[in-house]
Structures are given as C-alpha cells and as structure tokens.
C-alpha cells in the first residue's frame, strides 16, 4: 500500500513539472558602448599635444575598424573667462580634433562637432576656476548596432576556427576576427574567418 501511494505521488510530481511553463529565453546582451575618447587642452589653448594626437589616432583606428558612422566631438572649457568667449573657444577646440580627425582618415562629412563653453563640467567648480580636466573635447564614435542573426554567425565561425585550426590561438589575423566579433564588429570578424575556413576546406556554418 505504501509503495503504491509513493507511485502515486510520484506521477503527480511528474505531471505537475511537465505542466510548469519553460523558463524564458535569456535576453540578449545590451549592445557594446560607442568607443569614447577624450582629449585635454591647456588654459585659454585649442591646440593639440602630443598625447591628444595619438588619443585621436586611436578614434580614427576605432572608426575604421568598426565600421563607424559617425564621430560627435563636444568641447568644453573650465569656468574662467566671460561665457561667450568660452563658448566659442569650446567650437575651436572641437574644430580642432576634427581638423585633426580628418588627417587621420576619418570623413569630414562623418564628424559632427558641438561646443558646449562652461557646460557640462567634468569636474564641478566654481566660477572662474582653472580646472584642466574641464578643458577637453569628447570624442564619440557611433558605430551601427550589430545585428543579433550576424552576431550568431560571427560567434559560430569563432567556435568552428578554434575546433578546426591546427595554427597557434596567437597567430594569424583569425584571433583578431574573434576579438572583433566578441566585441560586436561582425564586419570586421565573418570575412576573415570566412576566408580562413574556406582555405582549410571546412564547411562553413549556415548562416540565417
């Protein structure tokens, strides 16, 4: 008697979990932050140091690497000096990076600067105050959002090289195809790893 209520119960149990609903798709990752750089000018200066052109030679390598839309250069001044000449030395110094952007081989037509004056401080003060940090302009790239089908695509040609390859994970430009897909920029990693896998005769995963 007791085993036959212990059955029952247990059948009971089976049904109840075979009736419970399946847990929800996890949602998708949020898509990667827009690559952001930032540059720093001295007081009442809009040129560039040393270190602001090799910042700004690392955007324009993020524009071009991944595929990049568009570029937003914002500048700022810290508090001292009237409002209105403030805000015009802000729109030189974004003029300036853009200037310097263009250089670098990113399209004129693809950058956007705004000058913001004494808005925005990075560092909250007073009025009047020489704060370096708040002497700066703020570089944007806008890069598409990735679609989650090539994102899909993009992580099963990782998977397929890494099981597939007989090469050092260190060499070649495979691993950096992974690293850009991981990082979003399918339109970096699928031709490379394409390439790859079609030379070693691997079939290539479908693609939806």
């Known amino acids: 008697m007791l085993k036959s209520l212990f059955a029952v119960i247990a059948a009971a149990l089976l049904l109840g979990a075979c009736d419970e609903p399946p ?32 910042t700004l030679q690392q955007a324009a390598t993020a524009f071009k690497t991944r595929g990049g839309v568009r570029v937003m250069a914002t500048g700022h001044t810290d508090t001292s000096g009237p409002e209105a000449y403030n805000m015009a030395l802000s729109l030189r110094r974004a003029n300036t990076v853009k200037a310097a ?55 099963a040609l990782s998977a397929l090289w890494r099981k597939t390859s007989t ?29 790859s896998l079609t030379a070693s005769k691997v079939q290539l995963p479908k693609r939806m």
């Open 23 to 54: 847990p929800p798709a996890a949602a998708p990752p949020p898509p990667p932050a827009p690559p952001t750089f930032m540059v720093f000018f001295d007081w009442d200066r809009s040129n560039l140091s040393p270190q602001a052109l090799n």
């Open 101 to 155: 952007l263009v250089k670098e081989g990113v399209p004129a037509t693809a950058i956007v600067t705004v000058g913001r004056g004494e808005a925005g401080l990075l560092v909250k003060t007073g009025d009047g105050v020489r704060e370096p940090q708040n002497r700066r302009v703020e570089i944007v790239v806008q890069v598409p959002a990735p679609n989650p089908n090539d994102m899909a695509y993009c992580q």
């Open 167 to 195: 090469s050092s994970p260190a060499q070649g430009p495979e691993p950096e195809a992974i690293a850009q897909c991981a990082a979003g920029n399918t339109a970096a990693g699928i031709p490379v790893l394409e390439k």
